[in-house]
């Protein structure tokens, strides 16, 4: 059973910083793609960042230059490294896979909440 | 950057009844897209990919048809687990791809 379990949410104050980490299980995770994609309370969801098997990297224009996306396939963990956070970056934080790596999702977790704030 | 829209908002109907909902692309996306189901407090799930394909284990009452930059969505009868909110996505320009700004399907 394919299972994505992300952690490191939490609340952080404006400028900081969080690490968000998703440990995969149940699939080969060197040979997915991997995502973020958040939801601002009561909002709709928004793509953040990519990083394919081949690690080829993409960012929303949103979050380019602040937000860095890894991977460790020993560990089958995702990373997202979020700087520079700000109020409109508070959200539920989501690791999905991609069904087949064409771009769609196919595998999440349950989320990590992400509260920026004073 | 594309956009998708959804309508309507919001759709109220009741168990058994039929549900269509649409998705609008600002520009075409062939039949690169796909739908979601998202339950309160839960994750989105997958429930059509390029535009018509049911994921795993998916019910057959779900359809998806469309292509170019006009979607549906169909519910042909509705069990009571279905009522959600519902999100269109598009992968044809990715990067990014981009989500419809969803349908809630509520109880009448």
């Known amino acids: 059973e394919v299972q994505l379990v992300e952690s490191g949410g939490g609340l952080v104050k404006p400028g900081g910083s969080l690490r968000l980490s998703c440990a995969a299980s149940g699939f080969t995770f060197s040979n997915y793609n991997m995502n973020w994609v958040r939801q601002a309370p009561g909002k709709g969801l928004e793509w953040v960042s990519s990083i394919t098997s081949g690690n080829y990297i993409y960012y929303a224009d949103s979050v380019r230059g602040r937000f860095s996306i890894s991977r460790d396939n020993a560990k089958n963990s995702l990373y997202l490294q979020m700087n520079s956070l700000g109020a409109d970056d508070t959200a539920v934080y989501y690791c999905?896979?991609?069904?087949?790596?064409?771009?769609?999702?196919?595998?999440w977790g349950q989320g990590t909440l992400v509260t920026v704030s004073s | 950057e594309i956009v998708l829209t959804q309508s309507p908002a919001t759709l109220s109907l009741s168990p058994g009844e039929r549900a269509t909902l649409s998705c609008r692309a600002s520009?075409?996306?062939?039949?690169?897209l796909a739908w979601y189901q998202q339950k309160p407090g839960q994750a989105p799930r997958l429930l059509i990919s390029d535009a018509s394909n049911r994921a795993t284990g998916i019910p057959a009452r779900f359809s998806g048809s469309g292509s170019g930059t006009d979607f549906t969505l169909t519910i042909s009868s509705l069990e009571p687990e279905d009522f959600a909110v519902y999100y269109c996505?598009?992968?044809?320009?990715?990067?990014?791809?981009?989500f419809g700004g969803g349908t809630k399907v509520e109880i009448k």
């Open positions: 520009q075409s996306v062939g039949t690169y």
């Open positions: 999905a896979r991609d069904l087949l790596n064409l771009n769609y999702f196919d595998s």
């Open positions: 996505q598009q992968r044809s320009t990715w990067p990014p791809v981009t």
